[in-house]
């Protein structure tokens, strides 16, 4: 199999959560996520019951998520997260929430919301994302649809 | 952000480096937020404990509870030495019961680092209350004052039912405010952001406590974060039936704040609820909807052997010890199956003068206090199945303990514990 990069690049803006600049391979979720209960912070895996990602590991990759739910201990899991090296490489996010807010801070990965356009109706999993949060941009490389 | 006099002199060090450290750590997150300004709180639910192998090690390695304190209380890698809190502040809830470590299957070592951490965090000021329910056990604010609560049932709680004012705080954003008396001035400190948007239309029976947590749970599910307003209700609820309501909202969704038409403070009508905005949605709640909220909490549930029943989330209060303990007096629990209940530790001592704690006992059950199976990862050994009356905890232990629950009312679980059968259900 051949990955034939798309050079066909979509930009979005955002608003800064949390400045810096990473990039990394999307993983998107049209779920809330919660944070204590919710996640593994020794993995970065999603636990949650019925959540659609449930076993998949975020870390190292650009979350893309509606927002935060449940516990006030969501701050504390994604701060762990980073603590064992195991935190996503940015995060993108539509629902501005005191936990997703101080999560994403405490997180420190690169992190906006706010967007001009809605990101989950533009980035699928696997699609390549750079974010830099410092200028607001997005920049996504849609994963080659060749086989 | 705009910053007081004070605050700029909190920001440049004036009151030494953690003041500094907490005042950085608001400022990033009142920009996150987008917030203008800071607010005055004197009124902080937090949790600082540190009662796991990982907290110890942590410690150990990196320089004691002011390392712990630094990192995980304000975000700050360097280790600053943590001054007495400005702001009063009660404790939530614990990884254990320090009392009763051995039954938690949690051993000697790390219950004395907890007691090292606990005279770090009484010294420092901190009220060792160590429940999810301060408005419990003492800490009831004001309608309208301001606060920096952890625990989203609590933060449901003190807006909905007490009218005071807090954002779901965490564990970073509570150590600051508790050093500095301020907390980011955003979503529900303000009038506007506290009118309801939902409107929830209830058209069946709501009076038990399990009833209540189940109207919450598919309420959290339908509305997620926004502010529900509900009405439809026939008899005021009390207090532990507005706890489990609350909860399990909080739980299904992200609700911080809701409104129950005639009875909650700032919904004394529809229109006081809404101000001038027009529901968003209208959701109706009927019995349909009732017995598939019910069939989905339970769809771990499987086998109806219990081993386990677990009461006490939120905290049981005294209303709900006494209520239990005529229901379980002169009966036993079933050799096969364990019964723990979870109250806050001065609500046990109560329980022990009111001899609730003899009773309970005498029937093979445990009272423990400061934690949960939850928040702790402990139950009986073996456990396979448990049983609760907590929509909250239903929803969550399946996932953390990897183990099948059923949900039901308070007399389902005791029936359940005496048995070892779950036979609970809608009648």
Redo the contacts between chains.
Sequence with gaps: MIKNADTNKITLRGRCVVPGISEGEALVTHQQISGWGGIDSRTGTIVETRHELRGVSFAGKVLVFPGAKGSSGWSNAFHLTRTFGVGPAAMLFNEMTTKVALGAVVTRAPCLTDFDQNPMDIIETGDWVRVDANQGLVEITKRSKAT | MQLTEEEKSMLDGDQGPAVQKAMD?LM??GN???AERLVETNNVVA?VSATTPFMRDFAKQNGGMDAVFS??SL?SDEVVSIPKIKAFTTHTQLGFDPEQAARMGVDEETVHFYRKGEAFTTGLGIQATNTCTPYQVGNIPTRGEHCA????SA?IYCNSVLGART???????VGAAMLTQRI?Y??YHLDENRLGTHLIEVATSIESTADWGLLGYWIGDKV??KVPVVTGIGKTPNLARLKHFGASA??S??VEMYHIVGITPEAMSQEQAFGKRKPQEIFRFDAKEKASILDRLN??GKDTKVDYVMLGCPHYSMEQLWELAQLIEGRKVHPDCELWIFTPRSTKTLCDQNGYTRIIEEAGGHILSDSCS?MSRAMPKGTRVVAMDSAKQT??L???LGIQAWFGSTADCVEAACTGQWQGGLR
């Design positions: 750590l990033r997150y996150a937020l987008g949790s990192q995980f975000d609560w952890m625990e989203s933060v954002n779901t705080e965490g564990r970073e954003s980011p955003w979503g997620q974060e909080s739980s969704g992200g769809s771990t939850a929803h969550y399946p996932a953390i």
